[in-house]
């Protein structure tokens, strides 16, 4: 009999997370699905994002440093050829923090407390 969340892992597969990512500049908000923190994070990074920060369930705050590098001529094959894929993301924590509380992104007083806690952490 397996016991606790079965609902998290059903054979080795992780279930998606809602992943917001907020442009604080542009007070933009742009919603992801993923598995983890990382694979989110790659897709903003593949956005051309170099500052990625994600906010997973509306309880944890993750800091990347993303960028987008060319493919060399070695990485290049059929499919990124016929599909017009020219480079690749890669991204670095820096860091991630929990929220004492649930915060909705779409919230301007939340919006507000997310951008201060986000400044906080990269001490500005």
Known sequence: MVSGDVSIIL???????????VDFEGGSVTEFNSRTPREAALKGASRDKSQI??????????????????????EQNEFTKAN??????????MCSTRFKNQLDVKKKEDFVEIQQEYYALIGQ
Do not use: A, C, D
């Not at 369930?57 to 060399?72: A, C, D, M, W």
């Not at 017009?84 to 924590?93: A, E, G, H, L, T």
């Open 84 to 93: 017009n894929i020219k480079s690749k993301p890669s991204v670095r924590k």
């Open 53 to 74: 920060v994600l906010i997973e369930e509306k309880l944890k705050l993750h800091i990347f440093e993303g960028n987008r590098r060319e493919l060399s001529e070695e």
């Open 11 to 21: 054979f080795g597969v992780k279930k998606m997370t809602k992943f917001y990512m």
